[in-house]
């Protein structure tokens, strides 16, 4: 589980930061929270798979 976790985090980061590069602010808060909240309920739920 942690491992896919941090995978989809790492390539979000990377999605948001290119996203900065373009000064597509909003565009990347908005990816970093949806995977936030995403890895949080992932994580919450106890998802092993």
Known sequence: ???EMYYRLF???TDA???MDRERFQEA???LK???QA???RY???DET
């Open 39 to 41: 890895a949080e309920e």
């Open 11 to 13: 390539n979000t980061i």
């Open 17 to 19: 930061l290119e996203l």
């Open 34 to 36: 949806s995977a936030q």
């Open 1 to 3: 589980m942690y491992k």
């Open 29 to 31: 808060l908005d990816l």
């Open 44 to 46: 919450l739920d106890g």
